[in-house]
């Protein structure tokens, strides 16, 4: 690992420079959007955009990067970033900040791609899991430390959009200037939701429900925490604990879900997940209470992507898990779209509070169905599965590409290292 921070330590800065305008724009817009008299239903409406603009970007970036390059590509999307993120200060509008929602949506998606494309490139067989490990550390790092930042300045003034924009802006410096040569960019052709649904139903279900529960965590939570009459710094920190409980917990679950039955697994997390959510409903009140459970549903939620994918590999053969990222990034993606749409108008019909009721009905939605495929098909023997490789919630078609490479490329160890056993 220190050999990975060693050698793409500019990189890996870019990106928490990037992360950290991308953190504090989702809860500064949730806080911001209240002082400009936005509803519940509006700062939903807002906050999808960023998803249909992700999953659109998510498509609409390999062709761009094929077309006029890395560097072009990267240069021209981080700029409009930087331009979106100043604008909304200046455009006070529903309307507008939807728009810049997606644009900024768009936009990212595309940069992920080239900055995780570069990484990728500068990892060998040997690091490329451990760079993986470290990007995700980076990532969850940028978004805590967002939340922190809030704390700095009036969230009714423009200074806070001003300093994420500057971070954008800055990002490009150690990510240009660090890395050589572009890399050869290439993306498998992605395999039909059809085929990726009868091999593997609960990863196709549970990730279209992990969608809708991450982008209500991601988009809404800061909404929640406004409605809710808590202060900035109360919020940051409600915000924070999310991510700080998924950066916590995503090795410990990472570690179990390569030594047990993952269906089993998966329906221990979300039970719990799901369990913090009606405890948070019942003692809303009490902001140590929401603090201790916002650690908890973080904590289980943003791991259980990894572990999704790993249960969908499971039913994969190694040539065909490439192709197979492609179909759940985008399942991810419809239910991100819709996940801010739904909790917004339960939050404007039923209160603040039915917040925690969407992302539990949804966790327990997860549950059952895990349950009811224990009954339909027989788990593989633990020996036979494929490994557990982490991935962000909001990860590139590159960088889940590059987690089932770890995890094809360790599952080929495992079956080198049983070879030899066996010969003894």
């Not at 808590?230 to 700080?244: A, L, P």
């Not at 009606?278 to 990894?306: E, R």
């Not at 603040?352 to 009954?375: E, H, Q």
Request: hydrophobic fraction near 55%.
């Amino acid at each position: 690992m220190i050999v990975v921070f060693k050698n793409s330590w500019a990189l890996l800065l870019g990106m928490f420079l990037l992360m950290l305008g991308n953190g504090v724009q989702g809860t500064l817009l949730g806080i911001r959007g209240a002082l400009e008299g936005f509803t519940p239903g509006a700062m939903s409406l807002i906050m999808s955009g960023y998803f249909v603009g992700f999953l659109g970007g998510s498509q609409m970036a390999p062709y761009m990067i094929r077309r006029v390059g890395h560097v072009r590509v990267f240069a021209a999307l981080a700029s409009m970033i930087s331009a979106a993120l100043i604008l909304y200060a200046a455009l006070p509008n529903e309307y507008a900040w939807f728009a810049l929602r997606v644009i900024v949506g768009f936009c990212f998606s595309g940069v992920y791609v080239v900055a995780e494309s570069w990484l990728n490139d500068a990892a060998t067989n040997e690091t490329r899991g451990q760079a993986l490990s470290a990007y995700l550390i980076v990532q969850m790092m940028g978004i805590v430390a967002a939340q922190w930042l809030l704390n700095f300045a009036d969230v009714g003034g423009f200074i806070l959009f001003i300093i994420i924009s500057v971070a954008v802006s800055v990002s490009f410096a150690p990510i240009l200037l660090s890395v050589s040569p572009a890399p050869v960019f290439q993306t498998t052709k992605p395999m039909s939701l059809r085929r990726l649904y009868k091999a593997s139903p609960l990863g196709i279900v549970g990730t279209f429900l992990l969608g809708a529960v991450f982008a209500a965590l991601f988009g809404m939570t800061a909404v929640y925490g406004t409605e809710k009459g808590m202060t900035v710094g109360e919020i940051s920190i409600f915000v924070g604990m999310i991510y700080v409980g998924g950066m916590l917990m995503q090795f410990p679950i990472g570690w179990m879900s390569d030594r047990m039955d993952r269906r089993l697994l998966i329906i221990g997390v979300t039970l719990i997940g799901s369990a913090a959510t009606l405890v948070a409903f019942a003692f809303a009140s009490s902001i140590t209470t929401l603090l201790i459970c916002s650690f908890i549903i973080g904590g289980v939620a943003n791991p259980l992507y990894s572990l999704l994918l790993a249960y969908t590999n499971d039913f994969l053969e190694l040539d065909d898990m490439a192709a197979a990222s492609g179909g759940l990034i985008f399942i991810n993606g419809i239910g991100a779209i819709t996940g801010p749409l739904l909790v917004g108008w339960m939050m404007s019909e039923l209160g603040p509070d039915s917040f925690f009721l969407y992302i539990g009905a949804l966790m327990l939605a997860m549950a059952v169905y895990a349950i009811y495929r224990t009954f339909q098909r027989k788990s593989p023997d633990v020996d036979d599965t494929n490994s557990y490789a982490p991935v962000f919630g909001t990860a590139s078609p590159v960088a889940f590409e590059v987690a089932q490479e770890v995890a094809i490329e360790m599952a080929l160890e495992g079956e080198e290292g049983n070879d030899s056993v066996n010969s003894l």
